[in-house]
Nanobody
Framework: QVQLVESGGGLVQAGGSLRLSCAAS????????MGWFRQAPGKEREFVAR???????YYADSVKGRFTISRDNAKNTVYLQMNSLKPEDTAVYYC????????????WGQGTQVTVSS
């Protein structure tokens, strides 16, 4: 049973920074694509960033230049560094993993709340 546990969320003022962590257990994810998603109140869940097993990064346009995804395969952990936060970044942030050759994400964390005050 794969488990993802996110941490690092909280309340921050606009312009501030947060670093989210997502620790995996039950699976060595070095071959998986790892991603971050978010869901704001009343909105659908949306893609934020992902990082492939060979280090290629993709970002949503709304976070490009402000957020950075990284991973430490030795620690089975993926990170999301969020800088220059805006009130519209307020959401529950989820990490997820996708095994090779799959299109959909196979396992998800429980989410961590990020609130950005203006």
């Amino acid at each position: 049973q794969v488990q993802l546990v996110e941490s690092g969320g909280g309340l921050v003022q606009a312009g501030g920074s947060l670093r989210l962590s997502c620790a995996a257990s039950g699976r060595t994810f070095r071959r998986d694509t790892m991603g971050w998603f978010r869901q704001a109140p009343g909105k659908e869940r949306e893609f934020v960033a992902r990082m492939t097993s060979n280090g290629i990064r993709y970002y949503a346009d709304s976070v490009k230049g402000r957020f950075t995804i990284s991973r430490d395969n030795a620690k089975n952990t993926v990170y999301l560094q969020m800088n220059s936060l805006k009130p519209e970044d307020t959401a529950v942030y989820y990490c997820a993993g996708r095994v090779p050759e799959r299109y959909n994400y196979d396992y998800w964390g429980q989410g961590t709340q990020v609130t950005v005050s203006s």
